[in-house]
C-alpha cells in the first residue's frame, strides 16, 4: 500500500477528529458504488491511521512521506503566486 | 620595458598610423560607445566632415542608450542633449532619437524636422508613451499630457489590486475602453487580480490579450516564468534574471530557482549537486515556511532511504536539521541500511540507537513512546529470525547448530522485550509463535498465543490459533473456550461456526470415551445445530451410529447407518468413516474390522470422484490426531487414487484429493492429478499452480522450465483475477516458484560449462579455442534438453558470469 497520508491528503502530525473530517469528506467525493477501488484504497488508509499502533508503525518503519519534489515546489510556487507584489516593483519588471 | 607598457607602446603605434574613421569603428564594432564617443569628437574637431559628424552622432546616440540601460539618466540626459544640440542628419539616428528621447523624458525637445513620422511610426510612440506614463510617469511628455490621467488610474487599479481591493480596481478600470492605448493594461490588471487568485483560466482569458511587444505582456511574463517551471526551464538569461530578482524581493531568496535545479539534480541522481543547492537555500526555506521546509527533508530522506544510499544520507543528515520523530537520524540511517543492497552498515546498531533516542521523543506521548520502543524491539528480533533461517538452509555443509542456537536466544529476547513494551502489539505474538512452529514447538507458540491473550482478550488470532492447538491434541472441550469466544466476535462467520462444530464433535468424542454417552449426544447435537454438516453429514451420522454402539443401542446405530447411506451415491467413503469414528471412539477392534472389511470390498468397485474426495478429507482430517493408527489404510487409498484414471472430476473433489496428495509428498501422483486439473478446470488457478510446483519440486536444474514456468505464470494470471480468498497465499507461493525458477540457471548450461573447464584442465586446446559454433552447439543442446529458448539460455549465461565476476 502507498502512503497513508499521501492517499488521504493529510499531514503526519494530523489529529483525529481532522482525519476523521477528511475521511468522510473523500468518502462522499469517492463512494463505494461509484469508485469502488478508489474507496477501498481510502478505507484501508483511514483504518490504518486512526489504529494508534498502525500509524505508530507507519510513523517509525515506513519510508517517509513519498511526496513529490514537484508538489512541493508546486505549493511553494503558489505561495508566491499569493504574495502582493509591491506596485513599484511589478512595474519595473516592464523593461524589454 | 614591462609588457603593459609594451602593449600600450604598441596600441598607440597602431592608433598613430590608422584612420580616424577606422579608429572610430572599431570601438563601435566593441561596442566601446565611451571611446567611440571620444574618438569621435576629436576628430571632428580635428578635421570635420560628412563623415565624421555622421559617426559623431552615432557615437552620440549609442553612449546615451549605453548610460540609460545603465541606470545613469543623468549622463544619458546630457550626452542626448549634446546630441540635440548637434542637429541630427544621420538617418539611423534620427530613426533612433524618438524612442531614447521618450525614455529620457526628453520626448518634448524632438527636433520638429524629426518629427515627420509616419502613422505606423507614430502609434508606436504613443503606446510607447502610454506603457512609459504608467511605469514612470514622470518621464510623461508635456504634449501628451492626456496620456498621464488614464495612466494614474491604471496605477491606481495596480494599488488596489495589491492591497486586494478588486472592487476598487475594478472601479478605476471602468473607462478605459478597448481601443484606448491602456487597454493592455487593463488587461494585464485583470489577469493580475485572477493571477493573485490563483485562477488560472481568468488569467490566461486577460493575458493571452496582451500584445507581446510591451510593457504589461514582459511583467506578465516574469509572474508565470517565477510561478510555471516549464516557462522558466525556455526562458532566456534575461528573463531568468528578472524572475531571480523577482525571488529576492518576494521570498527573501532565490529560493524557487535553487528548488528548480534541485529537483533536476534529484532527477538526473545528482545528489553531490542536490545537497549542495539544499543547503544553499535551507535557511530561506525555513523562513519563508516551516512546514514545507519539513516536507521536503522528509521528501529527500525518503528518496535517500528508499535508494539505500546510506553514505548521501550521512552526508545530508550533517547540515539538516532533522525530523522531531527521528532526533539523530539512527531511524532513517536503520532503514537505508535494510534497503541497501550492499548491507555495509548494520541496522541493528541503528535500531538499537534509535531505542534509546525514543526515551526523549517530545512528538509522542510517554505510553507512546513505550509501545514504540516494543514495536523496534520486534523489528530486531526479525533480523536474527532471518538469520536462523538462512543458516538452516544453507547448504555449504558446516554445522551451524551453535550459530543457530545463539540467533535464537537473541531472537527469543528481543521477542520478550517487545512483549513487555508492547504487550497488545500482536504481531510480535505471531510472529514469535511461527518460530516456535517452525521449530517444531507448538506449545510454546501456544504460550505466547496465551500471554497475548492476558492483553488482549479478543484477539482472534490468539483465540483461533488455540482452539486449534487444542482441537489438534483432541481436547475438544479445552478447544470449546476459544472457539466459543471466536464465534461471538465473528458470529456470521462461517469459519467460526466449522471450528465450533468441530470443537463439540471433539467434545463428543472425549465424553463418550469418558462412558458420559448421553453429554455425547448432547454435543453431536450442538454441531449439528451449527449446521455446517450438510455436506458431510454422512460423517456426523457414523459418530452418531458409533456413539449408539458404545451404548449398546444397536437398532439405533444401524438407523444412523441406513441414514447416512442414504445421503451418498455410494458407501466407500461412508465406511471409511465408521473405520475411523470406530478406532477414536475406541470401539472393540471386532466392530472395526467389520468397517474395514466393508470399506476394502468397496474400494475395489468402479471408481468414483466424490467417494475419492471425501475419503481424502477424512484421512487429512483425521490423521492429525491419529497419524498411527490411521497410516496403514493409506496405501489402499492410494491405489484407489491410481485407479482413478477415467474419472470426470468435481473441482471441490479433485481439490481435496491434491490436498491430501500434497500433504503426504506423493509428488508424481500429485503432478497427474494436478494435470487432470488443468484439463478438466482450466480456470481454476490452484491446478496450475500444483502443475507448476510438482514440476519444479523434480529440482530446478531437473525440471522443464518451460513447463514450469508457463504454468506458475498462468496460476498467478488465474489468481489475480479471482474472488476465492485460497488463492492470495498462492499468488505469493507462485511469484516466488517464479523467483527461484529465474535465479538458477539451465542444468545443462552449468554443466557444460563445467565440462568445458574440466576439459580445459587436460585439453591441449586453449580456451580461446572454443569458438562461436561451439558456443552455438551447446546452447542448442541445452534448449532442447531442458526446454528453454536460446533469449533465456544467454539472459541466464549473462547473470551467471556477472555473479562471477
Known amino acids: 500500500m502507498t502512503d497513508p497520508y499521501q492517499i488521504l491528503g493529510v499531514p503526519v502530525d494530523v489529529d483525529e477528529p481532522s482525519l476523521r473530517r477528511r475521511y468522510l469528506e473523500l468518502v462522499r467525493e469517492f463512494p463505494p458504488e461509484q469508485a469502488p477501488e478508489r474507496f477501498a484504497e481510502i478505507r484501508e488508509a483511514y483504518e490504518r491511521l486512526r489504529n494508534p499502533v498502525r500509524r505508530l508503525e507507519s510513523q517509525l518503519f515506513e519510508i517517509e512521506h513519498k511526496e513529490s519534489l514537484a508538489d512541493i515546489l508546486g505549493e511553494l510556487r503558489s505561495q508566491v503566486q499569493s504574495r502582493r507584489i509591491p506596485t513599484d516593483l511589478l512595474l519595473s519588471f516592464a523593461d524589454r | ?805
Open chain 2, 1 to 805: 620595458m614591462g609588457s603593459k607598457t609594451k602593449k600600450r607602446s604598441r596600441a598607440s603605434k597602431s592608433r598613430r598610423n590608422a584612420l580616424p574613421i577606422d579608429i572610430v569603428k572599431r570601438s563601435l564594432e566593441r561596442a566601446d560607445f565611451k571611446q567611440a564617443l571620444k574618438d569621435a569628437r576629436v576628430w571632428h574637431r580635428q578635421t570635420p566632415s560628412a563623415d565624421s559628424r555622421s559617426f559623431l552622432e552615432i557615437s552620440h546616440i549609442g553612449r546615451a542608450e549605453q548610460l540609460l540601460k545603465n541606470g545613469q539618466l543623468d549622463d544619458a540626459r546630457r550626452i542626448a542633449q549634446e546630441l540635440l544640440d548637434l542637429d541630427v542628419t544621420e538617418a539611423s539616428v534620427q530613426e533612433a532619437l524618438p524612442e531614447l528621447l521618450l525614455s529620457l523624458g526628453l520626448f518634448d525637445r524632438l527636433p520638429k524636422e524629426a518629427s515627420s513620422f509616419s502613422e505606423a511610426e507614430q502609434q508606436r510612440l504613443r503606446i510607447r508613451a502610454a506603457d512609459q506614463a504608467v511605469v514612470q510617469p514622470e518621464h510623461t511628455p508635456s504634449s501628451m499630457a492626456e496620456l498621464r490621467d488614464e495612466a494614474l488610474k491604471i496605477r491606481a487599479a495596480l494599488e488596489a489590486v495589491e492591497r486586494s481591493d478588486h472592487s476598487a480596481a475594478a472601479k478605476h478600470l471602468r473607462d478605459i475602453s478597448r481601443h484606448s492605448l491602456f487597454a493592455d493594461w487593463k488587461f494585464f490588471v485583470r489577469g493580475l487580480a485572477a493571477f493573485y487568485q490563483h485562477d488560472a483560466s481568468g488569467m490566461e482569458a486577460n493575458w493571452s490579450r496582451l500584445d507581446p511587444s510591451r510593457a504589461p505582456a514582459g511583467i506578465a511574463q516574469v509572474l508565470k516564468a517565477a510561478t510555471q517551471p516549464s516557462s522558466l526551464a525556455v526562458a532566456d538569461e534575461k528573463l531568468k534574471s528578472k524572475v531571480r530578482r523577482l525571488e529576492s524581493q518576494v521570498l527573501s531568496g532565490t529560493v524557487l530557482t535553487h528548488l528548480t535545479h534541485l529537483q533536476q539534480a534529484v532527477s538526473e541522481q545528482d545528489w553531490p549537486s542536490a545537497m549542495k543547492t539544499f543547503r544553499a537555500v535551507q535557511r530561506s526555506l525555513r523562513e519563508i515556511d516551516g512546514n514545507i521546509y519539513q516536507r521536503l527533508v522528509r521528501c529527500l530522506t525518503g528518496k535517500l532511504v528508499h535508494e539505500g544510499d546510506f553514505d548521501t544520507l550521512n552526508k545530508f543528515a550533517r547540515f539538516v536539521e532533522p525530523l522531531p520523530i527521528d532526533p539523530h537520524w539512527n531511524r532513517a540511517k536503520a532503514i537505508a541500511c535494510e534497503q541497501s543492497e550492499f548491507f555495509e552498515e548494520d541496522p541493528e546498531v541503528f535500531w538499537k540507537k534509535y531505542l534509546d533516542d525514543l526515551e526523549d521523543i517530545s512528538t509522542l506521548t510517554p505510553p507512546q513512546r513505550k509501545l514504540a520502543q516494543g514495536l523496534v524491539w520486534f523489528r530486531l528480533a526479525e533480523f536474527p529470525m532471518k538469520e536462523v533461517l538462512g543458516l538452516r538452509r544453507c547448504s555449504c555443509g558446516k554445522d551451524h547448530s551453535a550459530e543457530i542456537e545463539a540467533n535464537k536466544e537473541d531472537a527469543e529476547l528481543a521477542f520478550e522485550k517487545a512483549f513487555e513494551l508492547a504487550p497488545t502489539y500482536e504481531p510480535a505474538y505471531s510472529t514469535a509463535a511461527k518460530c516456535h512452529l517452525a521449530a517444531n514447538r507448538p506449545e510454546r507458540a501456544a504460550e505466547i498465543y496465551l500471554r497475548l491473550l492476558q492483553h488482549a482478550p479478543d484477539s482472534l488470532d490468539a483465540l483461533e490459533f488455540l482452539a486449534q492447538h487444542h482441537l489438534s491434541r483432541g481436547e475438544g472441550r479445552k478447544a470449546f473456550a476459544y472457539a466459543n469466544r471466536y464465534r461471538e466476535l465473528k458470529p456470521l462467520d462461517q469459519h467460526s461456526r466449522k471450528m465450533l462444530a468441530t470443537c463439540h464433535a471433539e467434545a463428543a468424542r472425549e465424553f463418550a470415551l469418558a462412558s458420559n454417552l448421553d453429554q455425547a449426544h448432547r454435543e453431536l447435537a450442538s454441531a449439528e445445530k451449527l449446521g455446517v454438516f450438510q455436506v458431510n453429514r454422512f460423517n456426523l451420522l457414523a459418530q452418531k451410529a458409533v456413539i449408539e454402539t458404545k451404548a449398546g443401542k444397536l437398532d439405533a446405530a444401524r438407523q444412523h447407518i441406513a441414514d447416512a447411506q442414504e445421503t451418498l451415491d455410494e458407501a466407500t467413503a461412508l465406511w471409511l468413516s465408521l473405520l475411523i469414528q470406530s478406532i477414536r471412539y475406541e470401539l472393540p477392534w471386532s466392530e472395526a474390522t467389520i468397517y474395514e472389511e466393508r470399506w476394502r470390498k468397496a474400494l475395489k468397485r468402479r471408481c468414483n470422484g466424490s467417494a475419492a474426495g471425501r475419503m481424502c478429507v477424512l484421512m487429512q482430517g483425521y490423521s492429525v490426531l491419529h497419524a498411527n493408527e490411521l497410516s496403514r489404510f493409506t496405501p489402499d487409498l492410494l491405489a484407489y487414487l491410481r485407479r482413478c484414471t477415467r474419472v470426470k472430476w468435481q473441482l471441490e473433489d479433485l481439490l481435496h484429493v491434491c490436498d491430501f496428495l500434497g500433504d503426504l509428498d506423493e509428488q508424481s501422483l500429485l503432478a497427474k492429478f494436478a494435470d487432470k486439473g488443468t484439463r478438466q478446470h482450466p480456470q481454476c488457478a490452484t491446478f496450475h499452480f500444483l502443475a507448476g510446483s510438482a514440476e519444479l519440486a523434480r529440482g530446478p536444474l531437473k525440471c522443464n522450465r518451460r513447463k514450469t514456468k508457463k504454468a506458475l505464470q498462468r496460476s498467478i494470471d488465474l489468481a489475480l483475477k479471482s474472488t476465492d480468498s485460497r488463492d492470495e497465499e498462492l499468488l505469493e507461493m507462485a511469484r516466488s516458484g517464479l523467483e527461484l525458477l529465474e535465479s538458477i540457471p539451465p542444468a545443462g548450461l552449468v554443466r557444460r560449462f563445467g565440462e568445458m573447464e574440466n576439459s580445459n584442465a587436460g585439453d591441449s586446446r586453449d580456451e580461446d579455442d572454443f569458438t562461436i559454433d561451439d558456443m552455438q552447439r551447446i546452447i542448442q543442446e541445452v534448449c532442447a534438453e531442458v526446454g528453454a529458448t536460446p533469449e533465456e539460455v544467454l539472459e541466464m549465461l549473462e547473470r551467471k558470469m556477472g555473479e562471477q565476476f
